[in-house]
């Protein structure tokens, strides 16, 4: 489920920002998807121009994350932004 992909994510130490779309609107359902890692909860049915405004403000505060980021990783292939170097699984990528 969501929460557990989010948990690993967490766990991974990443930080990016996480908005969590649901269906479940109980209150004990949107602290835990909080407490779980999410940054901002948002229940269905929603207006498009609210969840846009959401992101928006979920992006200008993470502003300041991104600016410190040296090294972007999927899966097993790592950036780093600061040498401009890439690797894939520890071997360089020329």
């Known amino acids: 489920d969501g929460l557990t992909l989010l948990k690993g994510?967490?766990?991974a130490g990443k930080s990016n920002p996480v908005l969590?779309?649901?269906a479940l609107t109980s209150i004990d359902e949107r602290?835990?998807?909080?407490r779980g890692g999410g940054?901002?909860?948002?229940t269905k049915p929603f207006a498009f121009s609210e969840l846009l405004a959401r992101c928006e403000?979920?992006?200008?505060r993470s502003s300041a994350i991104r600016e410190e980021t040296q090294e972007l990783w999927i899966a097993d292939l790592r950036l780093d932004?600061?040498?401009r170097k890439a690797d894939?699984?520890?071997?360089a990528i020329n």
């Open 9 to 11: 994510i967490r766990e």
């Open 20 to 22: 969590i779309l649901s």
């Open 31 to 34: 602290v835990s998807g909080l």
């Open 39 to 42: 940054d901002d909860y948002l």
């Open 57 to 60: 403000a979920l992006l200008r």
């Open 81 to 83: 932004l600061r040498s």
């Open 88 to 91: 894939r699984a520890g071997k």
